[in-house]
T-cell receptor
Framework: QQQVKQSPQSLIVQKGGISIINCAYENTAFDYFPWYQQFPGKGPALLIAIRPDVSEKKEGRFTISFNKSAKQFSLHIMDSQPGDSATYFC???????????FGTGTRLLVSP | DVKVTQSSRYLVKRTGEKVFLECVQDMDHENMFWYRQDPGLGLRLIYFSYDVKMKEKGDIPEGYSVSREKKERFSLILESASTNQTSMYLCAITTDNTEAFFGQGTRLTVV
């Protein structure tokens, strides 16, 4: 069963534009929501993460928006750059178990 | 920095072979995980371990087993490789704040 649903599967954005990736979860026990970035030939690496006590977290050009009542969270990449072209995974976990459940991934291409 | 090392980047094995994928971490982390990554399916958890000689099934354990004899090493075993096990395999550890660190992945092809 897919506990974390991610969309879209792929995304093309022009340089300077805003990239938006959405995720929805089912398990209300989840209390940690990270986003991972993966470049070809590499393992995923943590990009940014949020806990449900805040509705937004911003780090540079990357922002997570979190809606607890809707059980949804999203990643916004402002001023998207070609170097942001990668696959992005949302994830969720219950920190008591430290086991991450991943979304299906979004392949982002930022065109020059 | 946390370092997670997978023994092979690419492997080609024949159907029916027994396959070992090795993962080594350089810190004293308890939690280690094996995922497989397939296009459109994301990362799916195969097995994980919270300590030496302890193992737990993930979401897709069928056809796999694991071994953790030492804290720093977590091995994934394909008892009899099949073509539907052709995939990218990723090892990960988690730290106390739940951040996961991944190895570079092993791309396994079963022919």
């Amino acid at each position: 069963q897919q506990q974390v649903k991610q969309s879209p599967q792929s995304l093309i954005v022009q340089k300077g534009g805003i990239s938006i990736i959405n995720c929805a979860y089912e398990n209300t026990a989840f209390d940690y929501f990270p986003w991972y970035q993966q470049f070809p030939g590499k393992g995923p690496a943590l990009l940014i993460a949020i806990r449900p006590d805040v509705s937004e977290k911003k780090e540079g050009r990357f922002t997570i928006s979190f809606n607890k009542s809707a059980k949804q969270f999203s990643l916004h990449i402002m001023d998207s750059q070609p170097g942001d072209s990668a696959t992005y995974f949302c994830a969720a976990s219950n920190t008591g178990f430290q086991k991450l459940v991943f979304g299906t991934g979004t392949r982002l291409l930022v065109s020059p | 920095d946390v370092k997670v090392t997978q023994s092979s980047r690419y492997l080609v094995k024949r159907t029916g072979e027994k396959v070992f994928l090795e993962c080594v971490q350089d810190m004293d982390h308890e939690n280690m995980f094996w995922y497989r990554q397939d296009p459109g399916l994301g990362l799916r958890l195969i097995y994980f371990s919270y300590d030496v000689k302890m193992k737990e099934k993930g979401d897709i354990p069928e056809g796999y087993s694991v071994s953790r004899e030492k804290k720093e090493r977590f091995s994934l075993i394909l008892e009899s490789a099949s073509t539907n096990q052709t995939s990218m395999y990723l090892c990960a550890i988690t730290t106390d704040n739940t951040e996961a660190f991944f190895g570079q992945g092993t791309r396994l092809t079963v022919v």
